[in-house]
Nanobody, 121 residues
């Protein structure tokens, strides 16, 4: 499985960005697609996830109500719509794929290259 993340950029606080993750290769319907982020000097943290087959989702408390994860099966793409962005959302965002409905990064086998999101105050 190959993952390609895109859509990062610079935005002012309160603004919006939409990240996309294009998946190619052998994608199982049972796979879970996740978004994680890593700020400078901090550990990688869970943001959101969605299961390909059911569309079931889970979000980190810090982004609930502001971020929405969606899947587009025909395009093998997962999107992360980020609204009401805050400076503390600044990080490199990674998409990942794996078999487990998990918020733990080590449970994901496949990772994209990351895309930088910078939110200015």
């Amino acid at each position: 499985v190959q993952l390609q993340a895109s859509g990062g950029g610079l935005v002012q606080a309160g603004g919006s960005l939409r990240l996309s993750c294009a998946a190619s290769g052998r994608i199982f319907s049972s796979f879970v697609m996740g978004w994680f982020r890593q700020a400078p000097g901090k550990e990688r943290e869970f943001v959101a996830l969605i299961r390909w087959s059911s569309g079931s989702t889970n979000y980190a408390d810090s982004v609930k109500g502001r971020f929405t994860i969606s899947k587009y099966n025909s395009e093998n793409t997962v999107a992360l719509q980020m609204n009401s962005l805050k400076p503390e959302d600044t990080a490199v965002y990674f998409c990942a794929a794996g078999p487990a409905f998990s918020t733990v990064a080590r449970n994901y086998k496949h990772w994209g290259q990351g895309t930088l999101v910078t939110v200015s105050s």
